[in-house]
């Protein structure tokens, strides 16, 4: 009977010491959950925050035909048209808590560009003539992860872009919206996005004010974090 008695005490107090340990983590690569059957679960996303790529860029539309403009006195003045490019973009994504999709591995954030020179030529990359520009850009983010690391956003941007057309007379401060579809699989991922705007040039020898096109496409190629 007294060992009886001993027994059932020992198994008492070894069930109350094993429910008054701490519960041990769980590496995981997406959960909903911080705790399931005691465990606790430590929440390693997926969804990137730093990243940084490099792009090639492709003028379009107007931006990259040959444009003419009338002179006062009668001459003309000719901006060639565009048709390669390579740029920099460095930037950072702010994922929004707290707003509940039909899915858990639906995330909507801000993407925020804080970084972007690009430089862009006539062909061959040729230096005595080309446009440069460099942006700030911000806008809304929304991203899938449909399995594993993998994850596919579309973000919609928008800033003020300092633009130079070849000459420092032709230096503007303008605003220029975009959008890009992108694949990230952990630190990589694969851009393809287009770019939109416009400056306008309004001088004394001008008949009349002109509107240089901007916009381009691009392929980006960075890593994420």
Known sequence: MRF???FCLTILISSYSFSQEEPREI??????RYYIDGYKIK????????????????????????????????????????????????????????INFFSDRMKLGVK????SPQFIFINNYKLEDFDFNNSFKIGPTLAYNP???????GTFTIGPTLFYS????????????????????????LGVGATFG???LDRQELVEMVRFPTSR???TFGFNF
């Open 166 to 189: 070849g000459s420092w007379d032709h230096l503007s401060l303008i605003f220029n919206y975009g959008f890009e579809i992108g694949v990230r699989y952990k630190p990589i991922y």
């Open 217 to 219: 496409m691009n392929i």
């Open 198 to 200: 416009q400056y306008n």
């Open 43 to 98: 929440e390693k996303t997926v969804f990137p925050n730093f990243y940084f790529g490099w792009s090639y860029l492709k003028p379009i539309e107007k931006y990259s035909k040959t444009q003419v403009d009338m002179l006062t006195h009668g001459e003309t003045h000719t901006n060639p048209g565009k048709n390669i490019g390579l740029g920099f973009e460095l930037g950072y994504f702010y994922w929004l808590e707290g």
């Open 147 to 153: 399995i594993g690391s993998l994850v596919v956003d």
């Open 112 to 115: 925020t560009i804080y970084l």
């Open 4 to 6: 009886s008695y001993i």
């Open 27 to 32: 590496d995981t690569i997406f959960i909903d």
